[in-house]
């Protein structure tokens, strides 16, 4: 109870901050509709007003709780309205541009590691890649690749994959980097080479390293997904719902698809923690 006891306070005082909120900056809509109409709202009315409004400024929670409910459990999962059906083709895109980008990610760590010339040439590149905007490469890599042919889940996987293998990389590097140098010393003593010590010492000794990278590198891959659907006036997807709510300014729209698409990556980093745990601990690390 003590542990659940603060978090509660924190939701209380989050709602309680949106509420105010919503009452604030959907209050200007109520106060012009009494105008054109010759009226004076009470209190009691404008705060009735605010929390009905079909199109908001700021959705009330409780309007993006049923937007999420009406989007989870209120359509077939096979309709386009359905947010599970958009979350599953925004999942794909993530799945396959995580899977990607960590194979990079881990390809190039080892390199980095064991070759001085990619450690002070690749690796300044990577950084580097990292400061140019999202929104600025997603269009660009869309157009290129539908050029040669290559459109549908593809291109949103390369955007996920690109901003996912920074994340692995860097954690990778530090953690294949990790074992001090009498592990490393013990090792030549025992005439091993080096895949045997990248096998046998720094791979293992890179996992927490490396999982706590993967929590990161998932999200943001998501993030790339969506960001994916932009640019290319997607239909399916949650940046598809993003896209079309902003269209036609159905808010409470947009804000259910943003809490979907929290909650998708809530679960990932879930399941990340949970191969974690259990990878860990079979290896007697946890």
Excluded: C
């Excluded at 994340?167 to 895949?195: E, F, I």
């Excluded at 706590?212 to 940046?239: D, F, H, Q």
């Amino acid at each position: 109870m003590r542990s659940v006891l603060p978090v509660l306070v924190v939701v209380l005082a989050i709602l309680v901050v949106w509420y105010g909120a919503a009452v604030w900056l959907n209050s200007a809509w109520t106060y012009d509709q009494a105008a054109r109409a010759g009226t004076h709202p009470t209190l009691v009315d404008v705060v009735n007003d605010t929390m009905a409004q079909e199109r908001p400024v700021l959705p009330a929670p409780h309007q993006v709780a049923r937007g999420l409910w009406d989007g989870v459990a209120g359509q077939k999962i096979t309709s386009k309205r359905s947010l599970v059906w958009h979350g599953w083709v925004t999942l794909s895109a993530t799945l396959l541009g995580f899977g990607i980008g960590t194979g990079l990610g881990i390809v190039l760590a080892v390199g980095i590691v064991h070759n001085r010339a990619m450690d002070l040439s690749v690796m300044p590149w990577a950084i580097a890649s990292q400061t140019i905007p999202i929104l600025a490469i997603a269009p660009m890599v869309i157009v290129v690749l539908a050029s040669v042919g290559v459109t549908g889940i593809l291109p949103k996987a390369v955007i996920s994959a690109y901003l996912s293998f920074f994340p692995v990389l860097v954690g990778m590097v530090k953690g294949l980097r990790a074992p001090d140098g009498m592990q490393l010393d013990l090792l030549r003593t025992y005439n091993a080479s080096r895949a045997q010590t990248l096998w046998k010492l720094r791979l293992p000794a890179s996992l927490p390293y490396l999982f706590a990278s993967l929590k990161v590198g998932i999200a943001a891959s998501l993030v790339g997904a969506i960001v994916g659907e932009l640019p290319a006036g997607a239909t399916a997807g949650l940046g598809a719902r993003l896209l079309s709510g902003s269209y036609y300014g159905q808010t409470i729209q947009i804000w259910a698809a943003l809490f979907a698409a929290a909650a998708l990556a809530a679960g990932l980093v879930v399941i990340v923690g949970a191969i974690e745990r259990a990878t860990l601990k079979r290896m007697g690390m946890a």
